[in-house]
């Protein structure tokens, strides 16, 4: 399995609009980050999580051709406002995408989106999908995905994992029943924003108590903020975990 790190930044991006700090002006192009999204690849099965706001940019940039599916964390601007571009990927295999998440998150596509649930008239096209609301494990061809509830302030979303990776970003609380759900990963990839506490977000220090408590090998801070430069925040993160960058590839056997 294949991993690629569309984009890992926070709901602004980074730079920031109209900031000057270091890491908005910094020449690191580790520093650049668009709105977080991930790509997996396993054998002939492409699957995003989330479709970021620059995703058509990012799928150019990483050469996606074609996909099975969405997992959706929630119906928030900078996880779905690339929904739009799946509409070419629907047209060229003729077929729905199947597009999931939990109960709230579905309600909302259909309200933020109601132009691809409702007749209109011909023009550029719209996608062709198929939302379906998940609480239990499913598939994707022949990979099994199973939801993680966590929450985003009061928000309910969800996390995901896949195998022995997980991916949750915008959590600020995981669930006893939840955290049961993450053992024997070998990859964990959190949204961190910055190190001082946050209503709705990780800081640094809970997600290093969380990667600790789980004994997870490896870790992957995303939805970064430009309040975390990308090699001074390496440095002093343990050696199993980094922030990472957009245009990352990680593996997993």
């Given at each position: 399995?294949e991993i690629?790190f569309?984009?890992?930044?926070?709901?602004h991006?980074?730079?920031?609009?109209?900031?000057?700090c270091?890491?908005?002006t910094?020449?690191n192009?580790k520093?650049r980050r668009t709105?977080?999204s991930?790509w997996i690849q396993?054998?002939e099965?492409s699957?995003?999580?989330d479709?970021?706001?620059?995703?058509?940019?990012?799928?150019?940039?990483?050469?996606?051709?074609h996909?099975d599916?969405v997992?959706y964390?929630?119906c928030?601007a900078?996880h779905v406002?690339g929904?739009d571009?799946?509409?070419v990927?629907?047209?060229?295999?003729?077929k729905?995408?199947?597009?999931?998440?939990n109960?709230?998150?579905?309600k909302?596509f259909?309200?933020?989106?109601?132009?691809?649930?409702?007749?209109t008239q011909k023009?550029?096209g719209?996608?062709?999908?198929?939302?379906?609301v998940?609480?239990?494990?499913?598939?994707?061809?022949?990979?099994?995905?199973?939801p993680?509830p966590v929450?985003?302030?009061?928000?309910?979303?969800?996390?995901y994992?896949?195998g022995?990776l997980?991916?949750i970003t915008?959590c600020?609380?995981i669930p006893?029943?939840?955290?049961e759900l993450?053992h024997?990963?070998?990859?964990?990839?959190?949204?961190?924003v910055r190190?001082?506490?946050?209503?709705t977000?990780m800081h640094?220090?809970q997600?290093?108590d969380?990667?600790?408590?789980?004994?997870?090998?490896r870790a992957?801070?995303?939805?970064?903020s430009?309040l975390l430069?990308?090699d001074?925040?390496n440095?002093v993160?343990?050696?199993?975990?980094?922030?990472?960058h957009?245009?990352?590839?990680?593996?997993?056997?």
């Amino acid at each position: 399995m294949e991993i690629t790190f569309l984009g890992t930044g926070t709901s602004h991006g980074v730079p920031v609009l109209t900031c000057e700090c270091a890491v908005c002006t910094s020449s690191n192009s580790k520093n650049r980050r668009t709105r977080s999204s991930i790509w997996i690849q396993e054998s002939e099965t492409s699957i995003l999580i989330d479709t970021a706001t620059e995703f058509r940019l990012q799928a150019l940039s990483a050469g996606i051709r074609h996909v099975d599916g969405v997992l959706y964390t929630h119906c928030h601007a900078d996880h779905v406002f690339g929904f739009d571009d799946l509409r070419v990927f629907s047209k060229l295999t003729q077929k729905s995408i199947p597009i999931y998440g939990n109960e709230t998150t579905m309600k909302e596509f259909r309200e933020v989106f109601s132009y691809v649930f409702r007749k209109t008239q011909k023009g550029g096209g719209k996608p062709q999908i198929e939302p379906i609301v998940v609480q239990e494990p499913f598939w994707i061809n022949n990979i099994k995905i199973v939801p993680i509830p966590v929450f985003h302030g009061v928000l309910p979303i969800l996390g995901y994992r896949i195998g022995n990776l997980a991916y949750i970003t915008d959590c600020n609380r995981i669930p006893l029943s939840s955290l049961e759900l993450l053992h024997g990963l070998d990859i964990l990839i959190l949204g961190v924003v910055r190190h001082e506490p946050h209503s709705t977000h990780m800081h640094v220090q809970q997600a290093l108590d969380l990667i600790e408590e789980l004994e997870v090998p490896r870790a992957f801070f995303t939805h970064v903020s430009h309040l975390l430069e990308h090699d001074e925040t390496n440095r002093v993160l343990p050696a199993n975990v980094s922030l990472a960058h957009d245009g990352q590839k990680i593996s997993l056997l």
